[in-house]
């Protein structure tokens, strides 16, 4: 069984170990059953004035994985003085593609998808609870500038994901989540506040209960901890972002978004793996405000999903003590043990995964086994 298949079987199921119970009474904690963010230490994203160039962005915030606020980035893009709703009305393009919507603006990945033009749901959204949530329509590509430190010609050429535009009427919350890309976000209209939790410091703290779906489903408004008692344990990082504003978001941080007012953001997602040998030289070191979206390729998210390396530190996220197969199986499917242990069919499939993964045959899955993978 190759890797892409285990990822298949493990994306259903693969779920963070839970935090030892204690004597401690949760419910007196001081974030118990408040929004995501409040109780724990609270530390501000670290700001700078626009965009740095490319060689200090990856060197300092992208390699080291730490978010960055860039006050005023995004105003070297056209849509900043362009992006009205009567602009997107009054355009005779290609506007009547239809666009993906998320139909509850607290997000709930289980809740109905509707599908509209984007001129139909420029008409509607400030009357709904539609939001949108899907690529830049193309006939607006050309009115957004590719952010300053990404405009290198190995990025160009093979390692930009996608671009979502994320467009409300604002009030939105998303749930807890991680991207499995590097991701910069620029918001053109309204405001949003992000908290951040650092993956290295609280890997097995915030539970990541969807694995498949790499989110929580804690409730956003009001976290319990008797259900995620990890929460009690963990520190946030704050940001408040405004219309002009780009914002870094590394890989595999935690993160939970709000946002307010008539709202529209727009994000370009990057392979993490271009940071690894970014030749700077080929970098624009005057940034260039007519390379926009238009000119940009991107490959699409499923080219990652099966990547032997992805899919390698997958499983290295959430398997990190040796364990036999019993524990492996209950680690990935957490309650539902006793229903899954009775099918044979998950039975074999997942002992077919573990002998796959133990790669010293000792009976045993560590992060060295994981490792010691190879790319078939």
């Known amino acids: ?44 994203v670290e700001e700078i004035d626009g965009f740095p160039d490319p060689e200090y962005f990856f060197e300092n915030y992208v390699k080291p994985t730490k978010p960055l606020k860039m006050k005023g980035a995004a105003r ?17 393009d290609d506007l009547d593609t239809e666009v993906k919507l998320e139909t509850k603006k607290k997000e709930n990945r289980l809740q109905a998808v509707d599908m509209m ?10 009357q709904t609870e539609h939001y949108m949530v ?41 749930v807890v989540h991680t991207d499995s890309v590097d991701n910069i976000n620029c918001l053109y ?11 290295s410091v609280h890997r097995h703290d915030v539970h990541i209960d969807h694995p498949e779906g790499a989110y929580s489903g804690m409730d956003v408004d009001a976290v319990d901890y008797t259900k995620y008692p990890g929460m009690a344990k963990v520190e946030f990082y704050h940001v408040n972002v405004s219309a002009g504003d ?6 595999l941080w935690v993160h939970q978004v709000r946002s307010y007012d008539s709202n529209l953001a727009v994000n370009v997602w990057w392979h993490r793996y271009a940071k690894d040998d970014l030749d700077y030289s080929a970098c624009n070191r005057q940034c260039n405000t007519e390379y926009t979206m238009a000119q940009a390729k991107f490959m699409g998210l499923e080219t990652i999903q099966h990547d ?35 099918d044979t069919t998950y039975v074999r499939d997942f002992t077919e995964m573990f002998e796959m993964l133990d790669a010293d045959k000792d009976g045993l899955l560590s992060l060295t086994d994981i490792k010691a993978l190879d790319n078939e």
Request: net charge negative; with cysteine; proline share 6%.
């Open 308 to 342: 032997p390396n992805e899919v390698r530190d997958y499983f290295m996220t959430y398997i990190s003590n040796d364990t036999d197969l019993e524990g492996f199986i209950q680690i990935l499917v957490a309650d539902d043990y006793d229903k899954i242990v009775n």
């Open 76 to 92: 070297i893009s056209k849509a900043m003085g362009k992006w009205s709703d009567e602009y997107f009305l009054s355009l005779d």
């Open 134 to 174: 899907d690529s830049v329509p193309p006939a607006l590509r050309g009115d957004i500038t590719i952010p300053c430190p990404l405009q290198c010609k190995q990025l160009a050429e093979h390692n930009f994901v996608d671009n979502i535009m994320w467009f409300s009427s604002g009030g939105t919350k998303s």
């Open 117 to 126: 033009t984007f001129k139909n749901f420029v008409r509607i959204y400030n």
């Open 1 to 44: 069984m190759d890797l892409t298949k285990c990822l298949r079987i493990g994306s259903l199921f693969l779920t963070l170990t839970l935090w030892a119970s204690c004597d401690l009474d949760l419910t007196k904690e001081p974030g118990h059953l408040k929004p995501f963010g409040t109780g724990g230490v609270n530390r501000p």
């Open 189 to 199: 209209r309204g405001e949003k506040t992000l908290y951040f939790v650092d993956p």
């Open 246 to 251: 780009c914002l870094y978001i590394p890989y």
